[in-house]
Nanobody, 125 residues
């Protein structure tokens, strides 16, 4: 019954910023760990960041460290991904996903049961 919808993607220039939103309906997100994944053409889907039910975050991609931040607003039933200093290498479809358990040491697609449809982020001049 949990449904996730991503929004906020688009075309931005290198060095720009975007904030992606993951809005949930059907269930409250209070009990879920939420992860952001991304997948570029020809690449495997990779985990980027995960946020726990308590608000702690875990980073899984060294390439975004210091530039991307995950946060959650349980009152709004929404999770965000703030993306700063964007590079062309960040171009991908970004997905949010929910898992009942905590964020783990590794971020596996199979561990997340509910997925949004993805939002395209393109970084180009």
């Amino acid at each position: 019954q949990l449904q996730l919808v991503e929004s906020g993607g688009g075309l931005v220039q290198p060095g720009g910023s975007l904030r992606l939103s993951c809005a949930a309906s059907g269930r409250t997100l209070d009990y879920y760990a939420i992860g952001w994944f991304r997948q570029a053409p020809g690449k495997e889907r990779e985990g980027v960041l995960c946020i726990s039910t308590s608000g702690g975050s875990t980073n899984y991609a060294d390439s975004v460290k210091g530039r991307f931040t995950i946060s959650r607003d349980n009152a709004q039933n929404t999770v965000y991904l703030q993306m700063n200093s964007l590079k062309s290498e960040d171009t991908a479809v970004y997905y949010c996903a929910a898992d009942y358990v905590r964020c783990k040491a590794t971020m596996r697609v199979a561990d997340f049961g509910s997925w949004g449809q993805g939002t395209q982020v393109t970084v180009s001049s």
